[in-house]
Each structure stands twice: as structure tokens, then as C-alpha cells.
């Protein structure tokens, strides 16, 4: 099983750039699809980006499509998320975590392990 931490959030100004890690634990990091989620208060946790082990395929939510970019490193056992062109509506605590499935939703179901999940803050 794989365990992974997401790195320190923070806060940024609207229109700003910010990059998450998701740093993982195991030798088997590189077999897993990887995934972000987000919950803002009050709503449930919602999908962000997904990122398929084998080809590399990447699934990205509306809300974010054209402005996060997801990718990994499996040399470093690291996951990354990429965020661009920041909005209010973009804070909130993001999640990693790691699949062995991957589904047409890719829901919060689909994904086993999960890390503690990092605050984003964006000031408008």
C-alpha cells in the first residue's frame, strides 16, 4: 500500500501560481494512478486531476481545465500539482492519493490512500 503527504500549501493572490507535492512512500508508487481532490468548507470533497500510471493519461476537472497541470516524477516517488491563473473559488484543502483503478468519474471511491490534505488559500 502507498502512502503519500502532501507538501505545505499556502496562501497566493488571485492570478497566481502555486505548486503542490505529493511526496510517496513504497516501491510500488509508479503502479498507481495518482489523484487531487479539494474540499472547500462547507461542500463535499470534490475531484481536481487524475493522472494514469501507465500512459501518463490526464483527466482534469472543468473548473481547472487550462490552468492546473498534473504530473509526477517516479524517480522521486513524487506527484505534483501545478495551479495557474488562481481564483477565490479555487481555496480549499487539497488531497493526494493513489488508485489502482481508474473510471470515467473518478471519484473519491475510487482512491484508497489519501494524505492529510494541505490548506490553498487565494485572496481576491
Known amino acids: 500500500q502507498v502512502q503519500v503527504v502532501e507538501s505545505r500549501g499556502g496562501l497566493v493572490q488571485a492570478g497566481g501560481s502555486l505548486r503542490l507535492s505529493c511526496a510517496a512512500s513504497?516501491?510500488?508508487?509508479?503502479?498507481?494512478?495518482l489523484g487531487w481532490f479539494r474540499q472547500a468548507p462547507g461542500k463535499e470533497r470534490e475531484f481536481v486531476a487524475a493522472?494514469?500510471?501507465?500512459?501518463?493519461?490526464?483527466k482534469y476537472a472543468d473548473s481547472v481545465k487550462g490552468r492546473f497541470t498534473i504530473s509526477r516524477d517516479n524517480a522521486k516517488n513524487t506527484g505534483y500539482l501545478q495551479m495557474s491563473s488562481l481564483k477565490a473559488e479555487d481555496t480549499g484543502v487539497y488531497y493526494c492519493?493513489?488508485?489502482?483503478?481508474?473510471?470515467?468519474?473518478?471519484?473519491?471511491?475510487?482512491?484508497?490512500?489519501w494524505g492529510q490534505g494541505t490548506q490553498v488559500t487565494v485572496s481576491s
Open positions: 492519493a493513489t488508485t489502482r483503478s481508474w473510471t470515467p468519474t473518478m471519484s473519491t471511491a475510487d482512491f484508497g490512500s
Open positions: 513504497g516501491r510500488t508508487f509508479s503502479t498507481y494512478s
Open positions: 493522472r494514469r500510471w501507465s500512459d501518463g493519461l490526464t
